[in-house]
């Protein structure tokens, strides 16, 4: 096995799927910036159905009497560039993405549109190498881990409300959220800000504004919360 597939093998792992052929999954790690005869933007195209389609069941089967409008209000907030950004980072999938150096000198492996691409296009790769039952078996275990315990009024707030009340549940007490950094030309600024529980650091992310990086870091502080819930 040579060092790239070595590479590959640790997200393969984190994902729970092992691909036969390593030059799909390459592919679908390949942002355009990178010089290369391909990259994964038809991939990503027919992971983001395949994943609809997937999230879409998976909330039928789980809300059995939910109305159509409640599904695709549910639908909506799961399936979306920040829901697929907040699992790619859950997944460390920016630490494997191919980028040119100037898209990696333009913190690339952080941004959402780029992260939500490559997750959809993972997602892409496994429904044309295994089919649609296996990517959505494992689709299935990481909206789980994710989203077991949600319930519809919850999918349907933003997620700095839910992170306040799932942490006033567990610890009695509600988020603080700190900018820890910005970077970019007035006009074009970018926010890190971190969101700390009961004074530890749980998640960072950056946004186009503050409130946009308080959303990103809120949805992945919440998963994170819901996750560690669900292995209790």
Known sequence: MNKHENTLQILEQRIGYIFKDK????????????KKSYNNERLEFLGDAVLDLIVGEFLFLKFPHAQEGELSKMRA??????????????????????????EEN???????????DAFEAIFGAIYLEAGFQEA??????????MYGNIDIPSLSQDYKTMLQELTQAIY??????????????D???????????SGRQTATAKGG??????QKAAQIAFMELQNAKAKK
């Open 23 to 34: 030059n799909i999954l390459a592919e679908a790690l390949t942002h355009r910036s990178h």
């Open 77 to 102: 907030t799961m399936v979306n560039e920040k829901s697929f950004a907040a699992l790619a980072q859950k997944f460390d999938i920016g630490a494997f993405i191919y980028l040119s150096t100037a």
């Open 106 to 116: 333009n913190h690339g492996r952080n941004k959402s549109s780029l992260l939500s």
């Open 136 to 145: 959505k078996k494992i689709m299935f275990k990481i909206l789980e881990e």
């Open 172 to 185: 009695g007490e509600i988020p603080e959220y700190i900018i820890v950094g910005s970077s970019g030309p």
């Open 187 to 197: 006009h074009n600024k970018e926010f890190e800000v971190a969101v700390c529980i």
């Open 209 to 214: 504004s503050k409130k946009k990086a308080q």
